[in-house]
């Protein structure tokens, strides 16, 4: 066998004619076009992540944030959204053109971050590639480690060792991210500038710094440098809605009795189990 290679297979840009594009690239929106809609709740910390960096990038106004609760028979349970996001969760993106709907909201945060207004966002950005790997750790901690625990803060009813095995993992995750937060100077996860980790995690904290201190004990809800963001955001306009669309949601969830409800106050109550750290 000759082990002389095959003369290459002339490549598509070498054998299309001059000057006219081969494949063509599907028209990104135009600056005002709709995005889509998004359906979330105000207090959903996931979807909290993707209304807050559509603000950031200027193009919340071109977003129609619809709650799948009152639009689809049965809500996020039912038949008809599960076409939208089978894992039958919030928040979910259907594209403008209806040509695809996005669940998981890191991925919605991609796609935007993806559209022109997006990466004229992030080309603003001066991060250096350590501080763009410290956010996506901080992002990847914080949805594999507690995203699937955060729950035991507000869910029930809830088996009480669970509950409290999950609470603790909850703060040895806030520490490794904590620790993440630390590894670039400035104030927010990425350093200097904000990003789409800031955007990830400030909702989760929103929700661990309402709930931790008031219905667990702790005296801290998280580190000094996840603090030091927290700060940070609570200075940013965009931010600060969102945090009130947050919050109003968790005090909604208070005034009506939740907590009492899913077993919190009393599991708490039982001190044959750590709650506090
Ligand atoms: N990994 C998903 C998590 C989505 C998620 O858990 N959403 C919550 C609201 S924040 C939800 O839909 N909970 C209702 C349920 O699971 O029944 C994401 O990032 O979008």
Same mark, same amino acid.
């Given at each position: ?15 299309? #004619?001059? +000057? =006219?594009?081969?494949?063509?690239? @599907?028209? $990104? ?6 995005? *889509?809609? !998004? ?76 559209? #022109?207004? +997006? =990466?004229?966002?992030?080309?603003? @950005?001066? $991060? ?6 410290? *956010?996506? !750790? ?78 667990? +004990? ?60």
């Amino acid at each position: 066998m000759s082990l002389a290679r095959a003369p290459l297979a002339p490549t598509i840009a070498s054998r299309r #004619p001059r +000057g =006219r594009r081969e494949t063509r690239v @599907r028209a $990104r929106p135009e600056p005002d076009d709709p995005i *889509g809609t !998004l359906y979330d709740v105000p207090v959903s910390n996931n979807g909290a992540r993707c209304r807050l960096l559509a603000r950031w990038l200027k193009v919340y106004h071109r977003i129609d944030v619809v709650d799948p609760t009152s639009a689809f028979d049965g809500g996020i349970k039912g038949p008809a959204y599960e076409g939208i996001n089978p894992q039958l969760k919030m928040p979910a993106l259907t594209l403008a053109d209806e040509s695809m709907s996005l669940g998981e909201s890191e991925v919605i945060n991609q796609y935007l971050l993806d559209l #022109p207004a +997006g =990466r004229a966002w992030s080309e603003k @950005r001066p $991060r250096t590639p350590e501080a763009r790997a410290g *956010g996506a !750790l901080a992002t990847r901690t914080h949805d594999l480690y507690i995203g699937p625990i955060q729950g035991a803060m507000y869910r029930g009813p809830m088996d009480r060792e669970t509950r409290a095995t999950q609470i603790k993992e909850l703060k040895r995750q806030l520490k490794v991210l904590d620790e993440i937060a630390g590894r670039v100077k400035g104030r927010y996860v990425c350093g200097q500038t904000k990003s789409s980790a800031d955007a990830a995690i400030f909702p989760t904290l929103i929700f661990c710094d309402f709930l931790l201190p008031k219905y667990f +004990g702790w005296k801290e809800a998280f580190g000094p440098n996840l603090r030091r963001m927290y700060d940070a955001m609570m200075e940013d306009v965009d931010a600060e809605t969102t945090y009130a669309e947050v919050l109003g949601g968790l005090e909604a969830w208070e005034a009506a009795g939740r907590f009492e409800r899913v077993g919190i106050v009393e599991d708490v109550a039982d001190d044959s189990y750590r709650w506090a750290y």
